[in-house]
């Protein structure tokens, strides 16, 4: 795979974000949401797509998973071509979809390192399941997240389900918390955003572990169910990483736009999952 010269780089007026991720048919979370939530960073939206669901505000009706190949020339096609300048990862399915994924960006941040380039930052939200429940990730492919991708993440973004599912934490109090995210910082990513959308009490205590240190975010928590959350957040982080900011800024200015969102969302026809604009 050739990487795009420096020449053509400047042909770009704004940054470039790849969200590798999958269709969601409402509009509420996956590509769509990544997409519309790059604009509103002013950051050029590119996408490689991971599976097709047919869903509404009711569910998950149908899931239609991409070949790997299909991922992996998706990749080659958008790395060789666009001045990609930070990507997301939100569902992927399967194993061998990781596994593409992952040999992928291991090899384009080789060819990047053997020209003197620093490695494109990687957000990697831990898609699960859907807020309506349907599985998003196939349970075996855990394992390979875990192995694979997450070494190469600057950051993780699990709501507190996926942190549990990620560590085998009950997560019972902070303490729990706390030590799930040090696991995964140990199994190589940078740094974890705890999201606490689906934790209790009247303030959200979103909390940013890395290397240096722990960071915690307050907002208050407001009644009823969201789709698209996880999605707008790290879609968020990754255009504010493309914009060059460093990860603290982005993760405040991302989580600042989510909270700015959600009084605005509006519930579906057919459930009262509330949809984030
Ligand atoms: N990606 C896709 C394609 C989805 O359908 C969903 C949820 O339904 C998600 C990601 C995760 O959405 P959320 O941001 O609500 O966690």
């Not at 053997?114 to 939200?125: C, E, F, M, N, S």
């Not at 789709?227 to 800024?249: E, K, P, Q, V």
């Amino acid at each position: 795979m050739s990487l795009p010269t420096k020449h053509h780089q400047h042909r770009f007026h704004s940054p470039v974000a790849l969200s590798i991720a999958g269709s969601d048919s409402s509009g509420g979370a996956g590509i769509q949401a990544d997409l519309r939530h790059f604009q509103y960073f002013d950051v050029f939206g590119t996408t490689a797509i991971t599976a097709i669901t047919a869903q509404n505000g009711a569910g998950v009706q149908a899931v239609e998973l991409m070949p790997a190949a299909m991922v992996q020339a998706q990749l080659q096609s958008v790395l060789s071509g666009m001045p990609v300048a930070a990507a997301k990862t939100g569902m992927l399915g399967n194993h061998d979809i990781i596994t593409a994924v992952a040999q992928t960006w291991q090899s384009m941040n080789q060819q990047r390192q053997t020209q003197g380039l620093a490695p494109i930052p990687l957000v990697l939200d831990p898609v699960m399941v859907a807020t309506s429940g349907a599985a998003l990730l196939q349970s075996d492919a855990t394992q390979c997240l875990l192995e694979c991708l997450l070494p190469q993440a600057t950051v993780v973004t699990p709501n507190l389900p996926e942190l549990a599912a990620l560590t085998g934490s009950p997560l019972t109090n902070a303490h729990e918390k706390r030590q799930a995210a040090e696991q995964l910082l140990q199994r190589g990513c940078q740094a974890v955003l705890m999201k606490d959308g689906h934790g209790d009490g009247q303030q959200i205590d979103d909390v940013l572990l890395t290397t240096q240190g722990e960071f915690h975010f307050g907002y208050p928590r407001l009644e009823g169910e969201f789709h698209g959350t996880g999605c707008a957040t790290a879609a968020s982080i990754c255009a504010g990483l493309a914009l060059g900011n460093d990860l603290h800024t982005t993760v405040e200015q991302a989580l600042n736009h989510l909270h700015e969102r959600l009084p605005l969302a509006r519930a579906s026809l057919c459930s009262d999952l509330r949809y984030l604009p």
